[in-house]
């Protein structure tokens, strides 16, 4: 049957039709509702992982012991599984291992655009990318039978408009697999350089047979059209090809971008007068095509940079563009913000009210940044705030923290506090404990007592693990409480020695987090002086002179009241 679903939805649908068994992830935008589905499937066990490496060795784990397995991350959640997919490359798999990774043309919610499928070509794995939802179940299954014929795990490329975005697919029934057995092989699994010297042949004869592959698969076709012009697209970028072409141009449809065919372009370009490659972000197959001795244009014409549209593809090429639905209206810019009530506020007003350099990290807290709280001065990726404070303070920096989310700090904070417990540096960080992973849609993480489904999981304790690591000053404050967070942060920013502070409320928009009453602003007693903008609460607005309050975002935290020296805002 034909169902509506989205392109992580599909994939879901896919690992389930393909009887996975195991699945193991980190949370990360645009790649996360794919592990979120699973989970609606008693049929796979599903988690969510304290980071991707750790992710992607639980998979090959189930691999190995006979299971088909799945791991999901966003591009940069790749940099961190980086080190075992290099190497499972080489050992190979037992049961299918597919992994799925989700590119963001654009950065919609990234702190940058790499291309994937570099990573492919560098491990020499192969990789599909699927431009609907029907192919991100297709490919998925598909992806299995790559992965046990090759013996290889398979990367499954996708990207924001893809993953996001709702199209028809074929869904069928669950495929009941048999577990395979597990045989000791010390030759293909113990990467000792003795045995992984004898494993890397067998890595470039792979290679040579998914070349093969590559000519004849049904993932990479040619749609025939006119031959004036010729265009070889995958992912997303196809489908803007086609939305604006139709079948006026003849179309080399890529779906396995790792490894490209060869005389499968050949043929194609011969039969068209112009060769075209359209692929957001780098020349990859552009690249190949250049190798292969051809003529063609690309980045040229395309940007490497952001990703692209209908009509950019129709004002490049010359075509008519398709003309889209326009409001009457210009829409307002709308910037991202920290929502009314988020814990982290009262901690970064205090921060900047200290003029500190503050170290950041990844979540929705790096919104610190913006003003008028302008309390963040760095962010680099998962855990750098506490590494790269230890080496600001050891190079002579002063008035200085980190800030770091609970589920970030459990990805890759740790290792970091352990270097400034050994290494015994000035540091202070603090660990913003909003009781969920808020960035990606409120994902439980090992500091939240539940797991993926929901139910009681084991819970890590901050403050005995901090101090197991050999932090001696730990001490836990609410960030709605301005003048708890001035002392604590003082007191550990002056003191020698390292320190965690624990900045505890839980997040606003938690389900089981109850409001209180919204404030209201006494305007007899409102002289207009605008103090309590410099939250930067989107609840709080100033006009006529005079502070509003929005009842509808209003939760009540009552942090602006605590900078009113006239009493205006009460409850």
Known sequence: MKELLLGNAAVARGLYEAGCDVASSYPGTPSTEITEC????????????PNEKVAMEVAFGASLAGKRSFTGMKHVGLNVAADPLFTLSYTGINAGMVIAVADDPGMHSSQNEQDSRHYAIAAKVPMLEPSDSDECLAFTRYAYELSEIHDTPVLLRMCTRVAHSQSMAETSDRTGMQPLPYEKKASKYVMMPGNAKQRHPLVEQRTRDLVELAEITHANRIEPGGKEMGIIASGTAYQYVKEVFGNSVSVLKIGMVNPLPEKLILDFAEIVERLV???????????????????????????????????LIAERLGAAAPQPLALEDAIPARPPVMCAGCPHRGLFYTLNRKKATVLGDIGCYT???NAPLSAIDTTVCMGASVSSLHGFNKAGGKNSVAVIGDSTFMHTGLSGLVDIAYNGSDSTVIILDNSITGMTGHQDNPTTGFNIKGEPAGKIDLESLCRSLGI????????????????AVSEEMDAPGPSVIISRRPCALLKTVKAAPPLVVDADKCVGCAACMRIGCPAISHRDKKSRIDSTQCVGCGVCAQLCKFGALTK
């Open 367 to 369: 919104l610190g940044a």
């Open 277 to 311: 490659v359209v692929e957001e972000l780098d020349s990859i197959i552009e690249d190949h095509c250049r190798k292969l001795g051809l003529k063609v244009d690309g980045k040229n014409i395309f940007p490497s940079i952001d990703e692209f549209s209908q009509n």
């Open 472 to 487: 001696p000053r730990v001490r836990v404050v609410d960030p709605y409480n301005l003048d708890e967070c001035m002392q």
């Open 38 to 49: 699973i989970a609606e499937y008693d049929e796979i066990y599903s988690e969510w992982a």
